[in-house]
Structure formats: C-alpha cells, structure tokens
C-alpha cells in the first residue's frame, strides 16, 4: 500500500482488472494496458467482444435470479467498475438487492469502495476469493449477505485464472454454505490454443491462463440444477439456444452456465 492508505498502481506492466475494463470501454486503464490489449487484438480479435458478451451473461443470468426471488448477490473476482455495473442492473430488478463486490486486487477495492460507499447495502471487501472463510467473515459481506436465506454467487470471468482443483474448491466451498434455492453464475473464457494462453496469461499478468473445458464445468455444477439453457457459449446461452459452436472460427468462446441448489442437497 501506498501512502494515505491508497494502494500503489504499478504501470510497469499489464493489470488484470484494468485491461479488462478497457476491453469493456472503461477509463480505469493506462497506456501499458491498453497497448497490450491491442497487440493481443490481432492475433485474437474477439478478445473484446467475449468480454462484452461475458458481461451481456452475467446480466441476462442475474436477472433470472431477480426473477427467481434471488434479492442477495455476492460477487466474485468483481474487477473495476464499468457501467452498467452489476448492481446497477440487478436494483433496475430489485431496488433493495444486497450487492457484495469482493476482488483481490487492493486498486480494485479502493474503487469499488469509494463507488459503492454511497449506496446502502452495497458492499466491497478486499479478499482472495479462495479463502472462504476470510472472505464469509469480512465485515462488509457479513453486513450484506443473510447466509440464511438464498443468495446468487457470481464467479464470472475469473475462474480461467485458477488451476481446475481451485475452482472446484471454490465453487463448491460457496455452493456448500449457501441455503437451497442459492444461484451459481459462472463464465470462464474456454481457448483451447496453448499459443494464446501464453500470451493472455502475460496481457492478464498471472502466470497461466486456464483452460477450462464443458466437462470441468459440467463438474461444478453436478449437484445443482442447471437453469436453461444449460452449459452454453454466451450467446447461445442468452439467446436460450444452448450449445457450444461446432467450429467457433475464433480461438475460443465464453463458456458459461447458471445453476440452483436444490432442495434436497
Ligand atoms: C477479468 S476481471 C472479471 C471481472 C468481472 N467478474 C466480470 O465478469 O466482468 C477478473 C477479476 O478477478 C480478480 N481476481 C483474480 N484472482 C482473484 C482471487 N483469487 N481472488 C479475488 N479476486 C481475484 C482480479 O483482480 C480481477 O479484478
């Protein structure tokens, strides 16, 4: 951390959260970023419109939860503030929702903070989205989300970050503490070319880009319910066709799902 409490901005190299919101049109990005952005454009240039679609996902998905009573959002992995921003849709649906944003990155927080100080019941916390029980136990989640009753856990667009066993863990670990009736949101970027993995991993600053397949996801929701039209390419999940492209024509595609915990579990 920097002085007066503001957390240091390293522009020596490309940030996660901030290269993704110039791929969504958003201003909290420098020129490191937004040069690699587009070096990685011409090799694949759906980069951005994925992440756009990512984003159409989440907000077609959260407005199912609405829909389904869902009035409890905690948001995994949030990133930068882009508008429309999740609580900004979610309350177009349901103006008292609870909104948890929780990031690890420490510029990511003190955004989303300074955004989020000035609505009631929208919350950001600073924490490794693997550590459950730190995360359960920050007080900003503790004051928003009522574990008793159903809550929408969104893991969009950050899971292709962390090795298989990890999102499992995650996803699980979530699913497990949430009330039957709870959602799971989840999108990750499905690239299947190792050449570009290498070099999103590099334009995302981590030291591997994951590639998780249908079959990894079809894993994490084994004991939900899957909301229709089950796993899909974002489009297709929007346009409630389902599927996946048989010959995408592009290096990858959003995978993403929603899904409910029953009853029974
Ligand atoms: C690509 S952005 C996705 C933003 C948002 N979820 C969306 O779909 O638009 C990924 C975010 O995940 C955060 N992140 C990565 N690993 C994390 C972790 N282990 N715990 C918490 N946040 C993490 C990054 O800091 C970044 O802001």
């Given at each position: 951390?920097a002085?007066?409490?503001?957390?240091?901005?390293?522009?020596?190299?490309?940030?996660?959260?901030r290269?993704?919101?110039?791929?969504?049109?958003?201003?909290d990005?420098?020129?490191?970023?937004?040069?690699a952005?587009?070096?990685i454009?011409i090799?694949?240039?759906?980069?951005?419109?994925?992440?756009?679609?990512?984003?159409?996902?989440?907000?077609?998905?959260?407005?199912?939860?609405?829909?389904?009573?869902?009035?409890?959002?905690i948001?995994?992995?949030?990133?930068?503030p882009?508008?429309?921003?999740?609580?900004?849709?979610?309350?177009?649906g349901?103006?008292?929702?609870?909104?948890?944003?929780?990031?690890?990155?420490?510029?990511?927080?003190?955004?989303?903070?300074?955004?989020?100080?000035?609505e009631?019941g929208?919350?950001?916390?600073?924490?490794?989205?693997?550590?459950l029980?730190?995360?359960?136990?920050?007080?900003?989640?503790?004051?928003?989300i009522?574990?008793?009753?159903?809550?929408?856990?969104?893991?969009?667009?950050v899971?292709?970050?962390?090795?298989?066993?990890?999102?499992?863990?995650?996803a699980?670990?979530?699913?497990?503490?949430?009330?039957?009736?709870?959602?799971?949101?989840?999108?990750?970027e499905?690239?299947?070319?190792?050449?570009?993995?290498?070099?999103?991993a590099?334009?995302?600053?981590?030291?591997?880009?994951?590639?998780?397949c249908?079959?990894i996801v079809?894993?994490?929701?084994?004991?939900?319910?899957l909301v229709?039209?089950?796993?899909?390419?974002?489009?297709?999940w929007?346009s409630?066709?389902?599927?996946?492209p048989?010959?995408?024509g592009?290096?990858?595609?959003?995978?993403c799902?929603?899904?409910?915990?029953?009853?029974?579990?």
């Open positions: 951390m002085e007066a409490g503001r957390p240091m901005i390293d522009v020596s190299k490309p940030n996660n959260a290269v993704y919101s110039y791929l969504l049109g958003g201003k990005n420098f020129a490191v970023d937004r040069e952005v587009e070096r454009l090799r694949d240039p759906g980069l951005k419109r994925r992440a756009r679609l990512n984003r159409a996902f989440v907000t077609g998905a959260t407005k199912r939860a609405i829909r389904a009573g869902i009035d409890q959002f948001d995994l992995g949030s990133g930068l882009v508008h429309p921003w999740a609580h900004e849709v979610i309350r177009l349901s103006p008292l929702a609870r909104v948890a944003y929780v990031d690890s990155d420490p510029v990511v927080f003190s955004h989303t903070n300074a955004c989020a100080a000035v009631e929208i919350v950001a916390a600073l924490a490794d989205i693997r550590d029980d730190a995360v359960l136990a920050e007080p900003a989640v503790h004051s928003a009522d574990l008793s009753q159903p809550a929408c856990v969104i893991l969009a667009a899971c292709h970050l962390l090795p298989p066993a990890e999102v499992a863990e995650v699980a670990g979530y699913m497990r503490v949430m009330p039957a009736g709870s959602w799971l949101v989840f999108s990750t499905h690239i299947t070319d190792l050449a570009l993995r290498a070099q999103l590099k334009l995302y600053g981590v030291d591997r880009f994951y590639d998780h249908q079959e079809a894993s994490l929701f084994a004991d939900l319910d229709a039209p089950g796993i899909s390419e974002a489009r297709r929007l409630g066709l389902g599927g996946v048989a010959e995408p592009q290096p990858g595609y959003m995978l799902a929603a899904g409910v915990k029953p009853l029974a579990s």
